[in-house]
């Protein structure tokens, strides 16, 4: 049960928090400019962006939108609008530092908002959307299980938004847009790594030896990113506790200064409520998943060999539905794996244990599904030895004599994705 919990909890709260801690710092930068006017900009962005997200989720599920066009395209805005915002932003400040004045456009804040939503909304959408029609029986404990770990993960992100602007109402605006400015630079960095793969994957950027060594693990670890989001918002409540006792303003009568005072004391609580939604977070992310991702059963991958330039596997060894690993020791020493699963009647789904996206990480199989193991996509079987999405790079075979029958040059060519 745990582990079911974990495994539709976690890539929703990540995926909603990449968004609301940023978009948290920046509601908390605004709420120190008059007017107000760039809040009501802010909301129009996350209105705008949840509403395309659904529109654009619903389209995928009905017409078989290639993701990572429509995911490559908003990423790329995404940075447009996110640079410019960091940058009027610092121009304000630095205007106002010399008594000039400055006004940040609406639409720029509109736009870095709505822009940021885009990715991990249509993630959102789609994760609960897949769950229902990858169920066997619409109303299951399984199911129901699983919505209610999605609504946990959404509240879980959507409660340490809230925390991070409550702890911020006190902090100078220069204060919090150092913190932005860092927030926001952890999520570009992530965001330019997944514009690359895409353009990998779709033969944009050419895959050679050297382009693999450099993005191979960045991509790997791009979690690491959305830690360092964490640890930066964790700067907050350090910088409250500088600021716990703010200086007496000249003309504040004894009341006022000491409703200040308790305003401050509400707000370092509220930072302590910061600290616990981040280490929740992180612990959740971490040692959860290390949790959930040990209780799966990863099936071993099986070492074959070429006989007269041929891999041969045995169809009665593959017939049971489920997924078959192997691996197959290339001529300069890589080892490329592949993977084989019968779909039904006589077709079967033969691929690289890697897709083009998230790189030789590789599948493993959940509750009769295959799963891929980076970004926990659920793999639709009927399409595994096609291109596309998450799918594992198909790999030519044909059927002949009671054997699947794969050329070892094919997978010779293929060992430099599993250097």
């Not at 654009?56 to 066009?69: C, D, H, M, N, Q």
Request: net charge positive; proline share 4%.
């Amino acid at each position: 049960m745990l582990q079911n919990v974990l495994h539709n909890l976690i890539p929703v709260m990540q995926n909603v928090a990449t968004a609301m801690i940023p978009l948290a710092m920046l509601l908390a930068f605004l709420n120190t400019r008059k007017p107000t006017a760039l809040r009501a900009w802010l909301w129009r962005g996350v209105y705008t962006g949840i509403t395309i997200s659904l529109i654009v989720a619903g389209y995928r599920l009905i017409s078989g939108l290639k993701r990572e066009v429509y995911e490559g395209t908003t990423l790329v805005f995404a940075l447009i609008f996110e640079l410019l915002l960091l940058v009027v932003c610092w121009q304000a400040a630095r205007n106002e530092v010399r008594q000039a004045s400055s006004e940040i456009p609406g639409w720029i804040v509109m736009g870095a908002v709505t822009t940021l939503l885009l990715y991990p909304g249509l993630e959102f959408f789609l994760f609960p959307a897949e769950l229902i029609l990858s169920a066997t029986d619409l109303v299951s404990m399984d199911l129901l299980v699983g919505m209610l770990s999605c609504l946990l993960g959404l509240a879980l992100a959507l409660f340490a938004f809230l925390a991070i602007v409550r702890a911020s109402r006190i902090l100078p605006a220069r204060v919090l847009l150092g913190v932005m400015t860092a927030g926001f630079m952890a999520i570009m960095l992530q965001q330019s790594i997944l514009i690359v793969q895409i353009m990998m994957a779709r033969k944009v950027l050419p895959m050679s030896k050297g382009m693999m060594a450099v993005m191979a693990p960045l991509i790997n670890q791009q979690s690491w990113f959305f830690y360092f989001l964490l640890f930066v918002t964790l700067a907050l409540p350090l910088l409250l506790y500088l600021y716990r006792k703010p200086a007496k303003q000249e003309g504040l009568n004894p009341a006022q200064y000491r409703k200040l005072l308790m305003l401050a004391r509400r707000q370092l609580r509220w930072g302590a409520v910061v600290i616990v939604s981040m280490v929740g977070i992180f612990c959740v992310a971490t040692f959860g998943k290390a949790y959930a991702d040990h209780q799966e059963e990863i099936v071993p991958a099986i070492p074959v060999t070429a006989e007269q330039g041929e891999v041969g596997i045995a169809l009665e060894t593959v017939n049971d539905g489920h997924l078959h690993r192997y691996s197959y020791r290339a001529a300069n020493g890589n080892v490329v794996r592949f993977i084989v699963i019968k779909k039904g009647g006589s077709a079967y789904g033969v691929g690289l244990d890697a897709c083009e996206i998230c790189g030789p990480t590789g599948y493993y199989e959940r509750d009769n599904q295959v799963v891929c193991k980076l970004c926990d996509v659920i793999m639709n079987k009927a399409t595994i030895g096609f291109k596309g999405g998450c799918n594992p790079v198909p790999v030519e075979y044909q059927v002949t004599g009671g054997k699947i029958v794969i050329p070892a040059e094919t997978l010779e060519k293929e060992q430099d994705r599993f250097r």
